[in-house]
C-alpha cells in the first residue's frame, strides 16, 4: 500500500506542480502564447460588421458599371455592323446618365478586322448622336467575357448549374425570394428579347 500511496503523492505534486506553473503562465504568456490579458493597441480593432461585403458590393458594381459599355457579339445583328435593339436602348442609357461620356465603349473582337472596324463605326456615331463629342470607342478582349449561345440557353432554360431556390415559370425563370421578377424571358415590359 505504501507504494501505491507513494505513486498517488508523486502524482498529485505533479499535477499541483503542473497547474501552478500553468496559472503562473496565463498571467501574462497565456497558456500556448495566448495572452488574455494583452492590450489591444491602437487601430487593431477590427472593422464594423459588413465592411467586407460592402467593399465586395462595391467591386460589383463597379464591374457591372464598367459592363454597360461593353459590346458583345451578341449586341448586333448577326456578323453586321447593325447594332441590335437592346443595344441602342443601352448606348441612349449610358449616353443619358453621363456613363458614356466618362468611360470607353468596348467591342468585343469578332475575328474580322473590317467588320471590327465598322462596329467601332457604327457605335461612335449611334454614341455621336446623342451629343458625346469624340467617344471613346476600341476592340479589345471585355473583362467580363459572354456566354455561348449553348450556356446561356442551358440557364434560362434552368437546365445549367444556375440554380436560386426558384422555379420555371412559362418563358422565364421566377426566382423564389421575396418580391423577385423574372430574370430570364420577356418579362420586362418594353422588353424586346
Not at 464594423?48 to 459599355?69: L, R
Request: glycine share 14%; proline share 4%.
Amino acid at each position: 500500500m505504501s507504494n501505491k500511496s507513494t505513486i498517488a503523492s508523486l502524482i498529485t505534486s505533479y499535477l499541483v506542480t503542473a497547474l501552478i506553473i500553468t496559472t503562473g503562465c496565463a498571467s501574462r504568456g497565456g497558456i500556448l502564447g495566448v495572452d488574455s490579458c494583452a492590450d489591444i493597441p491602437a487601430g487593431a480593432i477590427p472593422e464594423p460588421a459588413g465592411t467586407k461585403v460592402c467593399d465586395w458590393q462595391t467591386d460589383q458594381v463597379a464591374g457591372a458599371n464598367a459592363d454597360q459599355t461593353v459590346f458583345y457579339n451578341c449586341d448586333f445583328v448577326g456578323k453586321t455592323a447593325k447594332i441590335s435593339p437592346d443595344a441602342l436602348q443601352r448606348i441612349a442609357r449610358t449616353a443619358s446618365n453621363g456613363l458614356a461620356a466618362n468611360q470607353p465603349s468596348i467591342i468585343e473582337p469578332s475575328g474580322d478586322e473590317t467588320l471590327d472596324t465598322a462596329r467601332v463605326t457604327a457605335v461612335t456615331l449611334q454614341l455621336a448622336s446623342y451629343g458625346i463629342t469624340q467617344p471613346a470607342v476600341e476592340v479589345a478582349i471585355p473583362a467580363a467575357l459572354g456566354l455561348q449561345g449553348v450556356q446561356a440557353e442551358r440557364i434560362a432554360s434552368g437546365m445549367g448549374s444556375f440554380r436560386n431556390g426558384g422555379s420555371r415559370n412559362g418563358g422565364g425563370f421566377q426566382s423564389g425570394g421575396i418580391g423577385s421578377g423574372r430574370i430570364f424571358g420577356n418579362g420586362i415590359s418594353g422588353a424586346t428579347y
